[in-house]
């Protein structure tokens, strides 16, 4: 039996890796669209919430309880934020990745106190974000060489 060693790999022929596989880079791109279009979305549940304080009907009584006003901005800010994030993410900004995992996980807390009034919407909400966490967290680090 004879021991056969792999040929060394010609330093002019390695390619870059960002330390992530093809999969987790989709899933970047994908959370970048996503973040995109629930902040777009965000934003026009913050519109309506601010025009009308009778466009949700809420079930029950709630701990976390503001009026759809206050509920209209929040969600305007946030949605404004995670559109333009998106945006940054899906421009290779250095900035968006982290941005984003914050944002994502503060959009599932606000998702989280807004389920009595949208329960269905709040549930997939949380659902996206932690999809977005979760593509951001496991993409690898941008590669600095050229």
């Known amino acids: 039996m004879t021991d056969h060693a792999a040929p060394p790999v010609d330093p002019k022929h390695r390619t870059a890796s960002t330390g992530g596989s093809d999969w987790a880079s989709g899933g970047t791109v994908f959370a970048g669209v996503l973040m995109m279009v629930t902040g777009i979305l965000s934003v026009l549940n913050g519109i309506a919430g601010i025009a009308a304080d009778d466009v949700y009907t809420r079930l029950g009584s709630y701990v976390y309880e503001f009026n759809l006003t206050t509920w209209g901005w929040i969600h305007l800010v946030i949605g404004v934020l995670v559109a333009i994030t998106g ?15 914050g944002l994502a996980a503060l959009s599932m807390i606000e998702y989280f106190m807004f389920l009595p009034y949208a329960p269905f919407w709040s549930i997939i909400s949380i659902a996206i974000a932690v999809f977005v966490i979760w593509a951001l967290a496991t993409a690898g680090r941008p590669s600095t060489t050229k």
Do not use: E, P, S
């Open 87 to 101: 945006w940054g993410i899906l421009q290779g900004m250095d900035w968006a990745r982290g941005v984003g995992i």
